[in-house]
């Protein structure tokens, strides 16, 4: 787990001059866990975080890792947090998921209508095969392969390769969180 606060030098996070050495920790740690695929973020102990401050920070690393590496933030304190690290990941369409008491929830950019079935899917699950994912939403193989690259490659699912039953390679997708 990541503790933000313990990578400030204070509780409130402004701007990008003090993002950029922020980001730096950021990348050290998971840098220092290469088998680690998902990382939890805590904002305990942060009282405010602008806009900027959450760009150069949580956005970019998410969009540093896209497809790789997952990060869910969790323990945020306002909803002003939440605001402007929203505004700063929808302004580059980078998908960010939160856990809290109402559940894990997206923010930042949101997954295309013909794709949310498939997200909705993985997310239910923690992890789906392509040709499950067609069954359950009732679409073919090559469909659902292709939304779920696209949701992938956007920042929605991480996956995996395994071997399938038939001895070739398949993606298994996974959620962040």
């Known amino acids: 787990m990541i503790v933000l606060r313990d990578m400030m030098p204070k509780s409130e996070g402004w701007g990008r001059e003090m993002g950029r050495p922020v980001f730096s920790k950021l990348v050290e740690h998971v840098e220092r866990n290469p088998d680690q695929t998902i990382f939890p973020i805590s904002f305990k102990g942060v009282k405010q975080v602008d806009y900027s401050f959450a760009s150069e920070t949580v956005v970019q690393l998410a969009r540093r890792y896209k497809g790789e590496k997952g990060f869910y933030l969790f323990e945020i304190a306002t909803p002003y947090i939440e605001e402007n690290i929203d505004a700063a990941a929808r302004r580059v369409e980078q998908p960010l998921v939160i856990g809290d008491a109402k ?7 949101e997954p295309s209508t013909g794709s949310k079935a498939a997200l909705d899917f993985v997310v239910a699950r923690s992890h789906a095969r392509t040709a499950e994912i067609a069954a359950g939403i009732h679409v073919t193989v090559a469909n659902a392969s292709m939304k779920l ?18 001895g070739g390679v398949e993606f298994v997708y996974q959620r962040i969180a």
């Open 103 to 109: 559940g894990h929830r997206f923010i930042g950019a």
């Open 149 to 166: 690259k696209q949701l992938w490659s956007s920042g929605f699912l991480l996956r995996r390769e395994s071997v399938a039953d038939s």
